[in-house]
């Protein structure tokens, strides 16, 4: 059956970097893009980007262009997601989602708690 | 504030009928189809309703979606304590060139 699995938990400090990974298994890795969406405390899901695991090509939403950096490892089938210059406005939780081949997200992470804090 | 827009809470006794709706705009919901989750806090989102009105092998017939324009519904049949949990819409958006989504409905079985 199809598992995405993220990293544990991750407390930074305002200006750090953090790295999120997400494990799938139980499907052909280079077949499905992968999302990555957040979701701030009391806020709804914002969308983040994809990678293309095939090529690994990525497309970042704006208003993340600047910061983040999604990458896969072909070798042990995992995403990473790489936020950088974090704002106590990252504080929130970040989930890897894989598209299915008809553009809506069939199976999500269990989520990364990311706090940033001084 | 989140792009499409939902109900923040919806509830109703077991057995009964709750629908959800999911408003958007002519770059989201009005050129692309609508996909619906049911998430519980502390776990993976579940995929109940892709393409407007299909369910996943496994997702109860309980479960049906609708699309109409610019706005999508969720209806949940014969409510069950089970399907308390929160539930929100997404489609792709052409502004975005991504994927946006409603800011969830919590659903409480009274």
């Known amino acids: 059956q199809v598992q995405l699995v993220q990293s544990g938990a991750e407390v930074k400090k305002p200006g750090a970097s953090v790295r999120v990974s997400c494990k799938a298994s139980?499907?052909?890795?280079?077949?499905?893009?992968m999302h990555w969406v957040r979701q701030a405390p009391g806020q709804g899901l914002v969308w983040m980007g994809l990678i293309n695991p095939r090529g690994g090509t990525t497309i970042y939403a704006q208003n993340f262009q600047a910061r983040v950096v999604m990458t896969r490892d072909t070798s042990t089938s995992t995403f990473y997601m790489e936020l950088s210059g974090l704002i106590s406005d990252d504080t929130a939780v970040y989930y890897c989602?894989?598209?299915?081949?008809?553009?809506?997200?069939?199976?999500w992470g269990q989520g990364t708690q990311v706090t940033v804090s001084a | 504030q989140s792009v499409l827009t939902q109900p923040p809470s919806a509830s109703a006794t077991p057995g009964q009928r709750v629908t959800i709706s999911c408003s958007g705009s002519?770059?989201?919901?009005?050129?692309?189809?609508v996909s619906w989750y049911q998430h519980l806090p502390g776990t993976a989102p579940k995929l109940l309703i892709y393409s407007n009105d299909e369910r996943p092998s496994g997702v109860p017939d309980r479960f049906s979606g609708s699309k109409s324009g610019t706005s999508a519904s969720l209806a949940i049949s014969g409510l069950q304590s089970e399907d308390e949990a929160e539930y929100f819409c997404?489609?792709?958006?052409?502004?975005?060139?991504?994927?946006?989504f409603g800011g969830g409905t919590k659903v409480t079985v009274l």
């Open positions: 997404a489609a792709w958006d052409d502004s975005l060139s991504g994927p946006v």
């Open positions: 989602a894989r598209e299915a081949n008809s553009g809506y997200h069939d199976f």
């Open positions: 139980g499907y052909i890795f280079i077949d499905h893009y």
């Open positions: 002519s770059s989201n919901i009005g050129s692309f189809t």
